[in-house]
Nanobody
Framework: QLQLVESGGGLVQPGGSLRVSCLASGFTLKYYVIGWFRQAPGKEREGVSCFSASGENTMYTDSVKGRFTTSRDGAKNTVYLQMNNLKPEDTAVYYC???????????????????WGQGTKVTVSS
């Protein structure tokens, strides 16, 4: 059974850093593209980042470019979202999602993903 489990959320001060993880089970990440999404209170879910199956392509929404980095550890079958210089507007529930893929395909459109984790909450506040 394909499953995604996010972890690593929490409370962090503005300007701080946090790394959230997405552990995949029931499938191998090298055959899937992973997307990161977030949903702030009272807002629609938005795409944040993606990591292609090949590992050669990433994509970031403009508001996080230069601050967030996504990476993958194949041995742990885990994808990470490293978040630096966090701002209060980054406060949200962060989700990872998966789609069967090959090559460099990458997307931060919600409708392109079939499998979703339960989310981890990130709060940026002093």
């Amino acid at each position: 059974q394909l499953q995604l489990v996010e972890s690593g959320g929490g409370l962090v001060q503005p300007g701080g850093s946090l790394r959230v993880s997405c552990l995949a089970s029931g499938f191998t990440l090298k055959y899937y593209v992973i997307g990161w999404f977030r949903q702030a209170p009272g807002k629609e879910r938005e795409g944040v980042s993606c990591f292609s199956a090949s590992g050669e392509n990433t994509m970031y929404t403009d508001s996080v470019k230069g601050r967030f980095t996504t990476s993958r550890d194949g041995a742990k079958n885990t994808v990470y979202l490293q978040m630096n210089n966090l701002k209060p507007e980054d406060t949200a529930v962060y989700y990872c999602a998966a789609r069967s893929s090959l090559g460099d395909y990458c997307s931060i459109r919600e409708r392109d993903y079939a499998y979703w984790g339960q989310g981890t909450k990130v709060t940026v506040s002093s």
